[in-house]
């Protein structure tokens, strides 16, 4: 392997570890910040929660939350094949 394609695939890695470690799961954000606040709550709550909340959506909102995201997996997949130079 050539030194420039070596140095490539040495950023890329790099550059995806940092992407891995920035992500921040907003669950456990969101327990930290409680757990802060001196509450906390269990599992089974907080599926309650989310469930209590996707209840509250009308149907055309959680379309436009499906279509929201088959967007963002296109776009992803689109940049993910033109990185991997597979989009020329």
């Known amino acids: 392997m050539g030194k420039m394609k070596e140095k490539f695939m040495e950023e890329q890695e790099r550059l995806i570890r940092e992407a891995v470690e920035a992500f921040v799961d907003d669950d456990w954000q969101y327990q930290e910040y409680l757990n802060s606040l001196g509450?906390?709550?269990?599992?089974?709550?907080s599926q309650a929660n989310h469930d209590a909340?996707?209840?509250?959506?009308?149907?055309?909102?959680?379309?436009?939350?499906?279509?929201d995201k088959e967007e963002v997996d296109e776009i992803s997949i689109e940049e993910m094949n033109h990185d991997l130079n597979f989009g020329k």
């Open 53 to 67: 909340w996707w209840d509250s959506l009308t149907d055309e909102q959680k379309q436009q939350l499906y279509n």
């Open 39 to 45: 509450k906390s709550i269990s599992q089974k709550e």
